[in-house]
């Protein structure tokens, strides 16, 4: 069970990038996925998620109306389209697949992928 991010680079402060996940390993059709991302010296954050169906989505205050995320499941891949980047996006980004837990009322991330590394110039 693997999940592969891809697409980080270095773009100027008000550019755009495109990330992806790709899983492989087995189906996560039926899992949330979800974006983190966690900058030097900083812990990691929550950045965006979408649900199975991929009709809703949540943003960290931070990035919404700048970041898109979205899914396909035919293809077993999650993206993150990210506008209007600002240097306090810089981070490494990790993409995760997860479950809501009714019990806990919190969604549970259990499996993570390798990061890919966004730097934005200003």
């Known amino acids: 069970v693997q999940l592969q991010a891809s697409g980080g680079g270095l773009v100027q402060a008000g550019g755009t990038l495109r990330l992806s996940c790709a899983a492989s390993g087995r189906t996560f059709s039926g899992d949330v996925m979800g974006w983190f991302r966690q900058a030097p010296g900083k812990e990691r954050e929550f950045v965006a998620r979408i649900n199975w169906s991929g009709i809703q989505t949540h943003y960290a205050n931070s990035v919404a109306g700048r970041f898109t995320i979205s899914r396909d499941r035919a293809e077993n891949t999650v993206h993150l389209q990210m506008s209007s980047l600002k240097p306090e996006d810089t981070a490494v980004y990790y993409c995760?697949?997860?479950?809501?837990?009714?019990?806990?009322?919190?969604?549970?991330?259990?499996?993570w992928g390798l990061g890919t590394q966004v730097t934005v110039s200003s």
């Open positions: 995760a697949a997860g479950r809501y837990s009714r019990a806990y009322q919190t969604y549970e991330w259990d499996t």
